[in-house]
């Protein structure tokens, strides 16, 4: 039993309704079959229609339903004032307690995916797949690795999977998307 931490696959942008590219669309099939192979039996997703319909070819082809959990909805950056959301966004993963104007912290956002992960693990009787977004997968991530940080982010591909497996009072977290 292990979970897997999935980042959507490529959207139109970044508005919570935003569907999945033609491209999104294909990967989401690829994604279902890579995911099955690996005995997913349930999904739990942010409610974000990207999540969701990368989600869906999954749980159609496992007959599952999916969950939805808006603690794994994408961290809210806030406004940046200057425009330059990248710089934002790489002082964010520094300056963990700091939020931005309608924004939210890595902190908040890192403790409420986190929870879902923890409770996850604590009632895993099963392999489960998670469906949330690369920013909170990254605060997500450097909870169980604390050299996980911009880098990691700006690195993920759509979509991205890893794998988090529980070793004794440890955690191991894996790349095991192409």
Known sequence: MHLLLVRHCSAAGQEPEM???????????ELAHFLAARAVRRI???PFRRAIDSARPLATLLDIPIEIDVRLQERRLGHVADGDWM??????????EVALPEGESSLIAQARGRAVVDEALDSMSATTALFSHGNLLSLIAHSFNLTVGFDYWASLSNPDVYELRRLGSSFQLNRVWR
């Not at 569907?19 to 099939?29: K, N």
């Not at 710089?87 to 963990?96: E, G, I």
């Open 44 to 46: 739990i997703s942010s």
């Open 19 to 29: 569907e999945l590219t033609e491209d999104g669309s294909r990967q989401a099939v």
């Open 87 to 96: 710089n934002a966004l790489r002082r964010s993963f520094d300056q963990k």
